[in-house]
């Protein structure tokens, strides 16, 4: 029989004599290192080899919308509405009254059968907003990781917890960074000793507590309440906040609780028109405001009209028809979704229809000085005459005259840091000897490519641009195409300027930030937008923004408008001797005359809506190019009456 110094038994080589804590640092040092049998010797007496799998096959996690797609193709009704059915505890459903900025919701006219999807749709924007939340939506990783502030809380109300592999101080890994480290062991093993004293020091050892109820009989269900108290017991009540929080590019969602759709408004700036005159002042002069941008090669606003004209001017052309307040604004707020420093607002100037073309028509005003109004008292006076003959006869048509324009960034980047100045735009007061002009353009030119970070349109200070000469409108160059091309080239450098000859003029204006809607404005629309007071002469129009690009927002208001844009005519191969063409617009609700609609928006110093409008005439010209903006109001339900007519007119600017 062998002896205990010369040899163990069997079943004491096969205990394990190392702790779940060192078995646990050995399998974290797997991780990190290439797989490893470890072989630790106790004595000469005996071996004991202690392996560690050198690789183990993970569980791939289920792929739930992978299951969910498989599942759907299972014709099982039961089981597809469970799986698309929200639990009733989990939905809070309330209602949140819809914010109108005007007093009264822009809804369609009143005695109109619409079809029951139109009014269903209409609906919307008249409803208030039904907001449904998730109750449970806060216990989910993605949206609990935000709360940074209460997981801080929920942090500090944590015992610390203590494992075994930290009860020695020292780090797995810094135990285990040499292999060749030797292992500790638990007790260490004299040739001397015996078998029970060298396994298990039990004297040492302390009992574990007792557990008083083991042999007690209980039932099941005392059973489950015991554990389930024990399972509550010392419970952290947000378990998944303490994970920590995801990068933003590797978050797999992010649901931020929106806010209700509002109607989008850019970056709102307020115009304001004061003056409009030239040298002489002998017939009315009508202007009109929109933005272009360059770059885009895209006009982005809707045009304002605007009429600056004396009473006594007025009078030359006897309006029978009584003026809305509307059409008597003279200023406008504009807004600008995509700042960019080839903003450009472009001011056109229109006159009454008269004999002549565009030169002819313009040499008045670019000969005579209003220094020498006294000397040339008969020809103004005999101009008058003549000007208020044409008003009388061709009233209602006009005839391109000259333009002029205004880099908006510009103005916005020079008064980034002043107080309220005026801007003085000389850009058109151009001659061939006039160098100075043309070293401020290029000085301009080099600028633009800082203005784009320069551009704050929501704080800046007031400006007051005065534009102190105008371009000759050119009777074959009249088209957006064409005035994008003349700006592209102005911003590039001032050889433009030299062939396009100059009107001396004055316009001033106003230019400041909107921050909050102000008093006494209406919408696109013609609403009234809150606060609207009573007994005020002119409102403040709200002009509509064209973006250059595409505005990702839900339509909060109920807006039915139709733009007209023609473009050219072509009668040079016509046998007619029509040459003073206009186009006379309307919108029909039938085949008769007297189905002209009256929902054309009416420019200046006119009714609110008419029945038809007529383009600008170019005198002679066979091939006429427009640059004409028509707004219609359509109505909700559109059948198959309704049209566009269009009728070409030759206008005879001779008196029979």
């Given amino acids: 029989m062998a002896t205990l110094n010369t040899e163990r038994r069997a079943f004491v080589q096969k205990i394990n004599r190392y702790s779940s804590a060192e078995i646990r640092r050995q399998c974290f040092q797997q991780t990190n290192q290439p797989a490893t049998n470890y072989q630790r010797h106790t004595s000469s007496c005996g071996t004991l080899s202690f392996q560690i799998p050198p690789y183990y096959n993970p569980v791939v996690p289920l792929d739930f919308e992978e299951f969910l797609m498989t599942q759907f193709n299972i014709a099982d009704s039961d089981l597809q509405q469970d799986l698309g059915d929200f639990p009733d505890d ?57 709360a940074l502030g209460s997981k801080r809380e929920l942090c500090k109300t944590l015992s610390k917890q203590i494992f075994e592999s930290e009860e020695n101080g020292d780090s797995s890994s810094q135990e285990f960074q040499d292999e060749s480290r030797p292992q500790p062991i638990l007790c260490t093993v004299p040739e001397t000793a ?21 042999l007690q009989p209980i039932t099941p269900e005392e059973l489950d309440r015991h554990n389930e108290e024990t399972r509550r017991a010392n419970r952290p009540a947000d378990l998944f906040a303490l994970c920590p929080p995801a990068d933003e590019e590797d978050a797999i969602e992010n649901r931020p609780a929106p806010d209700c759709p509002k109607e989008h408004t850019g970056h709102r700036i307020l115009i304001k028109c004061q003056i409009l005159k030239f040298e002489i002042e002998v017939e009315p002069m009508f202007a009109s405001l929109a933005l272009y941008d360059v770059k885009e090669k895209k006009k982005i606003s809707e045009n304002f009209y605007c009429d600056l004209n004396s009473d006594q001017i007025k009078a030359f052309l006897r309006n029978p028809n009584q003026m809305a307040p509307s059409s008597l604004s003279r200023a406008a707020i504009f807004s600008i979704t995509y700042p960019s420093p080839d903003i450009y607002l472009v001011i056109k100037i229109e006159k009454v229809l008269q004999q002549g073309d565009i030169a002819e028509c313009a040499e008045p005003y670019l000969v005579m000085k209003e220094i020498d109004s006294a000397k040339n008292k008969d020809k103004i006076e005999k101009l008058k005459n003549q000007a208020e003959s044409f008003c009388q006869r061709l009233g209602k048509y006009r005839m391109p005259f000259a333009w002029a324009y205004v880099n908006i960034m510009s103005i916005v980047s020079t008064l980034a840091d002043k107080d309220t100045m005026e801007v003085e735009n000389t850009s058109a007061k151009v001659n061939s000897g006039d160098k100075r002009v043309y070293s401020h353009q290029r000085r301009l030119s080099e600028k633009s490519a800082l203005l784009e970070e320069q551009c704050n349109l929501s704080n800046f200070k007031t400006a007051t641009v005065t534009v102190s000469s105008f371009f000759k409108q050119e009777g074959d160059k009249l088209s957006d195409e064409d005035l994008l091309k003349f700006l592209a080239e102005i911003k590039r450098s001032s050889a433009p300027l030299r062939r396009l000859r100059s009107i001396t003029g004055l316009i001033k204006t106003e230019i400041l930030a909107v921050n909050e809607s102000p008093a006494f404005c209406i919408t696109p629309e013609l609403l009234p937008v809150k606060p609207y007071p009573e007994n005020r002469g002119r409102p403040i129009k709200e002009i509509l923004e064209f973006p250059s690009h595409e505005v990702y927002v839900p339509h909060t208001t109920y807006r039915n408008l139709l733009y007209v844009y023609p473009q050219r005519l072509n009668f040079a191969n016509r046998l007619a001797s029509a040459r003073n063409i206009t186009i006379k617009i309307q919108f029909m609700s039938g085949e008769d005359v007297s189905n002209a609609m009256q929902v054309l928006f009416g420019k200046s110093s006119t009714t609110e809506f008419v029945s038809e409008t007529y383009s600008a005439v170019t005198y002679h010209n066979k091939s006429p190019d427009f640059y004409e903006e028509v707004k219609l109001k359509l109505p909700a339900k559109i059948t198959e009456r309704h049209h566009l007519l269009f009728t070409f007119y030759h206008i005879s600017c001779q008196q029979k």
């Avoid at 209602?95 to 900025?101: G, I, L, N, S, T």
């Fill in 90 to 146: 989990d939905l809070d459903i309330t209602f949140v009254p819809r914010e109108c900025r005007t007093i009264q919701p822009s809804v369609p006219e009143d005695g109109v059968d619409l079809d029951p999807h139109v009014r269903d749709c209409v609906q919307t924007y008249t409803q208030d907003w039904l907001i449904v939340n998730r109750r449970n939506q806060g216990d989910s990783g993605a949206f609990g990781s935000s």
């Fill in 194 to 214: 015996t078998l029970t004293s060298c396994d298990f020091d039990l004297r040492s050892l302390q009992p574990d507590s007792r557990l008083e109820s083991i």
